[in-house]
């Protein structure tokens, strides 16, 4: 019988000893918390201010950019993987939102006022990966094109404007076609991005973006983009309706040069019209009704999706 307590009483203080070991601490679990919170959010703080900034940086968060034959940072084709080329901008641009948000929710809005990142710069030459929907009321068109030059190819920056403003001058004939304008954000590595063509009465639409290094070269343009006109056979504008997504590269990053293609685009109305008197764009003299119209209809369509 005293064997058989002693036995008992032992057990009892065992399972004592191990129930207090095992006993919650609020004040011990908390500053254990707190540590391993603090830890993650400053990891997650260098994160979000490395995001974009370089091509490595952004594979991190999207791995399908790294093509698994080749190991190299590769944009998906139009031509051959639509369906990988839709992933990837959508991978992309959503990537960039959730940093976004995750960056503006840990500021102040006296913290954000104080953030003063230099726009990204473009560089004059880039490529694209793109495809576009036209229709002219009769027909839809749908044109693909991949490692082609960019619209945007010949880039320069607006004299007087401070970086802030760029034109697009094209090629043959060195007609300014395009304006564009980088517009910093929370994040040091991304900037949204501002689009007026003269020749389609085109826009960027958000959520559109150039990624690289504040005050330093642009090297990736994710973008949505919507044409209301195009022009006709007196080579003045006409409505019209396309919508295009893409993904643009800067062509003087040596590791894209696999990306490098010959093949051609028709996008984004590229022919030269004329615009006669103020706002017209049927080639008449006037009050210019319809010009107006045309432009208006781009401003409330930016608007109503930036505020949306």
């Known amino acids: 019988v005293t064997s058989s307590r002693r ?6 203080r065992r399972h004592i000893a191990t129930s207090r070991r095992r006993c919650f601490h609020p004040m011990r679990s908390a ?25 490595d940086s952004l594979a991190k968060v999207v791995p399908s950019l790294i093509d698994n034959a080749t190991g190299l940072f590769t944009i998906p084709s139009t031509r051959t993987d639509l369906a990988g080329f839709f992933r990837v901008q959508q991978q992309i641009t959503k990537a960039i939102d959730t940093a976004l948000v995750g960056a503006q929710v840990k500021l102040t809005p006296t913290q954000a006022a104080a953030l003063d990142f230099q726009p ?7 490529r694209a990966s793109e495809i576009g929907v036209t229709s002219n009321v009769s027909t839809v068109s749908v044109s693909p094109a991949y490692g082609h030059k960019s619209f945007i190819n010949g880039i320069v ?8 403003f760029y034109s697009v001058i094209r090629e043959q004939d060195g007609a300014a076609t395009s304006l ?13 991005i501002l689009l007026a063509e003269a020749t389609s009465a085109g826009t960027w639409i958000p959520p559109s973006y150039v990624l690289g290094k504040p005050g330093g070269q642009g090297w990736l343009v994710v973008d ?21 997504i893409a993904i643009q590269w800067s062509d003087d ?5 696999h990306m490098r293609t010959n093949d051609t685009s028709m996008m984004h109305n590229e022919a030269v019209v004329k615009v006669v ?3 017209a764009v049927d080639g008449t003299e006037g009050n210019g009704v319809a010009g107006y119209v045309m432009w208006m209809s781009v401003v409330t369509l930016v608007l109503a999706l930036s505020v949306g």
């Open 277 to 279: 008197g103020p706002g």
């Open 180 to 192: 564009v304008s980088p517009q910093p954000t929370t994040l040091p590595c991304v900037n949204t």
């Open 157 to 164: 920056p607006v004299e007087g404007s401070d970086g802030q």
């Open 253 to 257: 990053v040596p590791e894209f040069a």
């Open 31 to 55: 500053t254990v918390y707190f540590v391993l919170a603090l830890a993650y959010s400053s990891v997650l703080i260098t994160a979000q201010e490395d995001f974009g900034c370089t091509p």
């Open 7 to 12: 036995h008992v009483v032992t057990s009892s």
């Open 120 to 126: 990204i710069r473009f560089g004059p030459s880039w």
């Open 224 to 244: 949505r983009c919507v044409d209301i006109a195009a022009p006709n056979s007196m080579n003045t504008l006409s409505p019209s309706a396309s919508l295009y």
